[in-house]
């Protein structure tokens, strides 16, 4: 649904972002839906704390699929953005799935478009396709098993040496595991525009001003960048990284939202977030997860929607990739 046609029902029920009453509790208000409307609210680690904090579940884009497929609710609010809330009506298609912000995209699914890819694959016959989670339903359907960047080197592994693999959308990511167990996979030229945007420079910079400081980093990151960290991984394992070092002063290198766990889990260390190439942009938040927000999820499960709905037959052949990834994370 576009997002218009959810402004002008919201509209028409008298009730839009901007008439929110002000005297709304709104934590209040969104607990006492959930609990009215047996819903389960699914957070990821990118959103703002507040965001995380009201959740029943926040993790990495695994955990969420993980919780997605084992939730008992009959509604699931997804708190992020939009190919992680059609990943959950994949694994859950009798669930109304609703989230936040419909315009809450991702760089990486866009830069994966599925008429292009269709086209890009049948080039490569004899080839398997893993997908990345970060990308379109509808690109999953073309794909034999689906990754996350917590299980993509296992994922990878759980094929014979000698198949040869398509790996898509994120070329770093892809490279990163090329190097990681020495395969030559086809890579899809795709990136995120957040873990795209460090600067080495900067980096090494902020490594010799605070040379007590460990640099840590998510594998979307280009190469360079990779080559200095000293541990690589998704945000759960940066998250459990930092929990168990010695260190006390960490240099990280995916989105700020990590920060907020990081802290609760170590108050007493300090994280200090890895510059970009510019450092006007803020490109180290992702502006589509900072289209989350209290307001949006109190809208969102009052009046239970924006929806997020797929074709049938899109939900049949994307699931069997997703499946078959979560079998093999158990």
């Known amino acids: 649904m576009e997002q218009v046609q959810i402004k002008a029902m919201l509209e028409e029920k008298g009730y839009i972002d901007e008439s929110i009453d002000p005297e709304i509790k709104l934590i209040e208000e969104i607990n006492r839906l959930k609990k009215e409307k047996n819903a389960v609210i699914l957070s990821h680690f990118y959103v703002e704390g507040e965001l995380q904090d ?47 912000d419909l315009k809450a995209g991702c760089s990486l699914a866009e830069s994966a478009p599925f008429d292009k890819f269709k086209e890009f694959k049948t080039k490569y016959p004899d080839h398997k396709v893993i997908s990345y989670v970060n990308c379109s339903a509808e690109l999953k359907t073309l794909s034999d098993i689906v990754c996350t960047s917590a299980n993509a080197q296992k994922i990878v592994e759980s094929f014979p040496k000698n198949q040869k693999l398509i790996f898509a959308p994120d070329k770093n990511l892809g490279n990163y595991l090329n190097n990681l167990t020495g395969r030559e996979m086809v890579l899809w030229d795709g990136a995120c525009m957040v873990h795209e945007q460090y600067s080495l420079e900067k980096i090494i910079a902020l490594m010799d001003e605070h040379p007590d400081a460990e640099f840590i980093a998510h594998p979307e990151c280009e190469k360079p960048v990779l080559l200095v960290a000293k541990h690589i991984g998704s945000t759960t394992s940066l998250l459990n990284y930092v929990k168990k070092s010695k260190a006390n002063k960490f240099i990280v290198a995916t989105e700020s939202g990590i920060f907020h766990q990081m802290k609760k889990a170590c108050p007493d260390k300090i994280f200090l977030a890895a510059p970009s190439i510019d450092s006007t942009c803020g490109c180290n938040d992702c502006s589509y997860m900072k289209l989350n927000s209290l307001q949006k999820l109190y809208v969102c499960l009052k009046h239970e929607i924006p929806e997020v709905t797929l074709p049938e037959e899109v939900i049949e052949k994307a699931k069997l990739p997703i499946q078959r990834m979560l079998e093999i994370s158990k």
């Open 54 to 100: 009201i959740a029943d579940f926040v993790g990495d884009s695994l955990g969420l699929a993980q919780a997605a497929a084992t939730t008992n609710a009959d509604m699931i609010v997804f708190v992020g953005v939009h190919f992680m809330a059609e990943t959950a009506k994949i694994i859950n298609p009798s669930k109304k799935v609703i989230l936040p």
